[in-house]
């Protein structure tokens, strides 16, 4: 199993948020701020942990910083995801990523635009959904 | 000597930016996009190496990810950055960055509000001004 162990910036705080499904953790590196127009996140998925389906109305660029995930954008096949690998969501696109039943996974959250709107949350990610990888 | 050994993303290619002083690498993460309105790059000085003093018209955000760096805005003291630091410098702030005389340094780079303009540069960091630091 891969682990996290390589993180840079703090793991945080266990993310209460309740459209995720199992346990992740949040720290917050950038709030959202009008200069920048941008709020900056770190977020660690344990194993198996996913968000809910949902979409960004100013987009959002995920740097992946440790282990290996799940990124799918509705209709199309889970992608995998691993250290070093951005992904780049439009605003609007509908989607959800976490980390591999197998890994734990560590990204940078890039929410931009944030002044548009940062996050419209859909409904959970369902076993069969987050069970269709296909290597 | 601390090197970028975890680096996380590749370090790219050498960067021929006429307005630094030694040798750095860059590697373009996210290009201009309209969409994001955001640049990200992950930038690697070498030991000695700092950029041009300069400001950012729609700001910059730093996230150390290897190494230990210097940061210092105009009229202010050189501040040590390091793995897991991060550094806010709002819009029209002059200021420069590098590594340490002893450490590399790689940071990502984050343009917010890009379409206000990347950065406008100006004259190089003497090596008085760069040897300034106190602990």
Not at 53 to 81: D, N
Request: with cysteine.
């Amino acid at each position: 199993m891969k682990t996290t162990e390589n993180a840079i910036f703090p793991k945080g705080e266990k993310n209460e948020i309740p459209y995720f499904t199992g346990t992740s953790y949040l720290h917050m590196l950038i709030s959202n701020d009008k200069d920048f127009d941008c709020v900056v996140g770190n977020v660690t998925f344990e194993k198996k942990c996913r968000n809910n389906w949902h979409s960004h109305p100013g987009g959002q660029i995920l740097l992946v910083t440790a282990g290996e995930g799940y990124y799918q954008e509705k209709g199309k096949p889970i992608r995998l995801i691993k250290v070093g690998d951005v992904v780049e969501i439009k605003p609007d696109v509908i989607h959800w990523h976490g980390a591999t039943p197998t890994s734990e996974m560590t990204h940078i959250a890039i929410n931009t635009k944030a002044s548009l709107g940062l996050v419209v949350w859909g409904d959970a990610v369902t076993d069969k959904e987050y069970n269709s990888y296909k290597n």
